[in-house]
């Protein structure tokens, strides 16, 4: 945990080369990721885009979402 208020919370993630987060769904928030090193593998719903270094991806509320690291 980085940071922490009242409407939002910040979190820095490592997903390890090869893993990938659980796909899941949060009705009451959106998220919006930052691609800091590497290349994230995003799935929201049923679209998958590759993001590197200095991306930025919105995940809407209530949409089913995962990150992965298919690098090595």
């Not at 922490?4 to 009451?28: A, D, F, M, W």
């Not at 049923?46 to 298919?70: C, F, I, M, W, Y």
Request: proline share 4%; aromatic share 6%.
């Amino acid at each position: 945990m980085i940071d922490v208020s009242h409407g939002y919370k910040i979190k820095r993630i490592h997903v390890n080369p090869g893993c990938r987060l659980s796909y899941q769904t949060h009705e009451h928030r959106s998220e919006h990721w930052v691609v800091v090193f590497g290349t994230a593998t995003c799935t929201i719903d049923d679209r998958v885009t590759v993001a590197g270094p200095g991306s930025t991806v919105d995940v809407p509320q209530g949409a089913k979402h995962r990150l992965a690291n298919e690098g090595t």
